[in-house]
């Protein structure tokens, strides 16, 4: 007994000594965080009130504020919300502020005005780039505004928002005019959290219900089963109950208040969570408030390890900080964990929390810690401490690729990349002044100006000969039956790349060494035909015309039936949305597809209104339309929510006048088979239109335009003021958002065996919030047309993205998109800026094939994109293996740039 009770001592003493269990109240508290934020009092100054427009001078934005009379009364838009709703009033708050309520007001005017909002919407922002819609726990984005001019109305933010920036788009349920004026209600943010990371909650199965304990306000991005890049119900200051089906929150739904996670989904026996910060700080504690129902199996973690990372580009400090927690199953109480973080530096954290049960519900996390100053000694300098004086020797010696120099006169200082030169030399002339050693600091400088120059007439030299042997190299080189000179293969029976029925040109051959697949699924190599031969396209290295000519087939590398996710069977093609043959299937998928009734929406031709034609395919044209009125339209399964009187830009397929009754089957053919994608990342087929002539298919189309319009619009964000560039910034982090999106969609077309056989970042669409969707507009608009190389006036190629083999030999096949999507990677890291080979001739990208099919050890890859780390770019050198069967599948490549996107943030990225 003396010994139970002696253990009995030192385990609540250990208890109270490691911090373990606190009051739920140390929890950051929102009902006391209702402090106006400054509309009213002029603390937030005039400039950082903007406006999308304004109906005059004495409407600007800067007149918004509540119970404010200045200038005409409030802020009023040039024109009427009433249908777009994209007029919105932006309020920036300096920093990141935790907003529990809003004002509204309508224009007053000294009793003159008749202006106010019945109904308006929030959107906020942490970057000023990605905006999130604000919707309350039950889903709704309107809230209620004003029935007056002259009364305020005070509205409930729940849940609450953590944002810098928020903006107010006023609504109206018809045209008319709207005026408004605001105010902002909370706090300052004070734990510094900007993002979270952690996978969804999971549903728990009770006898009597289903209990959803996923995080429903998390305004970040969900892909591939993981929640990143933004934050939600784990902060919003809520403490669930201790009986965890009791909700503080009325009116939503029982386990609301808590975000739950099943043991079973986690091999490791741990949940997995990281926390990104705005700066490095010194960590304190973390307090985790956790359900404690063992009649239930739910309880507390047992341990907890938590690692810390001080910036993006350090690696995680080996030592975690580790608490190990004595369960208490006789207590169900609900309780706060606080685990001491010993002030470690950090500003990304990774903690790992150990299931002592099947289930861990968690309902809030909060952290106290002290921001360090920016030049903390800890943190890693990557120059070394400036000096006092640097003498003119070492001014000579500098390798001349790291001259920085700022324009100085004589007499002062000037940086030279951390280093100080001490005055002496005014180094916009270059000349020396008036010193006692001021001759052998000319001949020093003299002498360094000889070398430079003789080293550059050698480098120049050496260029010039390089270049030299290379052209005769090739002017030596005659193309013969047995030289394995890159030839454009055209299109066989295997893959149709130009679905033109009755199109010009020389007969189609199988080709010899086509993977043959028997009726039992076994594979064979075909039989050796020494007389069998392919058709291809000469490109002579003399500059004559280029004719058709028979050439022994070469002997390539085949994948193996080993390979599931490459399809290399026999496939048609379909036409795109645009007539661009983009996605290919399996002829027998096709088939059994087009051979059932599937049921087709049919939509309204009354309600499209013609906006641009997009381009013309091979049925027809092709035009951007809107939606008028969407919603009128209850039979329509939209993709997406749109809000009530908002229009829906969508892309019109048309089946030309003339077509033929082959073109007519074909066109119908394609609507069935199109019907069965359904994918959120690929654009989906809406509905058709098939009453009367012209036929019509109606896909979706996102306002944002494509991907490589869009990001060549933006510059990468690296910490720089904001009026740095006149181009919008976007993040690292959004880039890989952007890819990994797209390999989502490309995952789901290689699971059905589709082969898209286009992919680039001009067939790629942008949406709300960096949404990605896979189309195929990039080969129907004029705009990118150099990005395809015909063939002699039939077939068009993206050369650049296509693999080895589909150059060489029409082979498309599931590997050739992983090498597509290895470019469209290439493009989004560079924003789009340049061509992929930008420094090559499209024969020479042909020829480069070649070189890559010899495996000669001259072919040429794109470079490593400047914001790029080394393990992203040898992912992208995988996709441009020689050997298909070494190509990561899109699953794989899925993984590795979720598990990359884990260590990076929304700062800037430096080599």
Known sequence: MGKLKMASLLFWFNLLLGLCIAEPDAHFDPSSCRYALGMQDRTIPDEDITASSAWSDSTEAKHSRLESNDGDGAWCPLGPVYPNYEEFLQVDLRNLHFLTLVGTQGRDGGGLGK???????????????????????????????NENTHDSVLKDLGPPMIARYVRFYPMADRVMSVCLRVELYGCVWQDGLRSYTSPPGNVMSLPSMLVNLNDSTYDGFTVGGLQYGGLGQLTDGVIGADDFLQHKEQGVWPGYDYVGWMSSNFPKGYLEMEFEFDALRSFTYMRVHCNNMGSSDIQIFRRVDCYFKRSLHTPWDPQPVTLSLALDVRDPSARTVTVSLQGRAARILRCHYYFSSQWLLISEISFLSDILDATDPEEPSPLPPPKETLPPPAVTKMPQHTSKIATTSIGTTASLNGHVLEAGIDIRMNQPIAKDDSGDTSILIGCLVVIILLLLVVIILILWRQRWKRLLGKAQRRPSDSDLTAHLSLPTDTVVINNTHNAPGPPRHANRYERIITS????????????????????????????????????????????????????????????????????????????????????????????????????GEVHLCEVVNPHELPTLQFPFNMRKGRSLLVAVKLLRADANKNARSDFLKELKILSRLSDPHIIRLLGACLDEDPL???????????????????????????????????????????????????????????VHRDLASRNCLVGENLTIKIADFGMSRNLYAGDYYRIQGRAVLPIRWMA?????????????????????????????????????????????????????????????????????????????????????????????????????????LKE
Not at 116 to 142: I, P
Not at 538 to 543: A, C, N, V, Y
Not at 730 to 753: D, E, P
């Open 520 to 619: 039992d699924g076994e594979y064979q190599e075909p039989s050796h035909n020494p007389r069998a031969k392919i058709t291809t396209l000469s490109l002579p290295s003399d500059g004559a015309e280029g004719g058709y000519r028979e050439l022994e087939t070469p002997k390539l590398p085949v994948c193996p039936p080993s390979v599931p996710h490459y399809a290399e069977a026999d496939i048609v093609t379909l036409q795109g949305v645009t007539g661009g043959n983009t996605y290919a299937v399996p002829a027998l998928t096709a088939d059994s597809l087009a051979s059932k009734d599937l049921p087709l929406c049919k939509f309204p031709r009354g309600h499209l209104l013609f906006r641009e034609k997009l381009g013309e395919g091979q049925f």
């Open 804 to 908: 080895w083999e589909c150059i060489l030999m029409g082979k498309f096949t599931t590997a050739s998109d992983v090498w597509a999507f290895g470019v469209t990677l290439w493009e989004i890291l560079m924003l789009c800026k340049e061509q992929p080979y930008g420094e090559l001739s499209d024969e020479d990208v042909i020829e480069n094939a070649g070189e890559i099919f010899r495996d000669s050890k001259k072919q040429i890859f794109l470079f490593r994109p400047p914001p790029c780390p080394q393990p992203l770019y040898e992912l992208m050198l995988q996709c441009w293996s020689r050997d298909c069967r070494e190509r990561p599948s899109f699953q794989d490549i899925h993984a590795l740039i979720t598990s990359h996107l884990l260590c990076c943030s929304t700062d800037e």
């Open 696 to 754: 019509c298919m109606i896909t979706e189309y996102m306002e944002n335009g494509d991907l490589n319009q869009f990001l060549s619009s933006h510059h990468l964000d690296e910490g720089e003021e904001n009026g740095a560039h006149c181009l919008p910034a976007i993040s690292y982090s959004s880039l890989l958002h952007v890819a990994l999106q797209i390999c989502s969609g490309m995952k789901y077309l290689s699971s059905l065996n589709f």
């Open 115 to 145: 202006e106010f909002a019945r109904h308006y919407q929030l959107r906020y922002s942490r970057d000023g780039f990605k905006w999130s819609q604000w919707r309350d726990r039950w889903g709704n984005e309107v809230i209620e505004g």
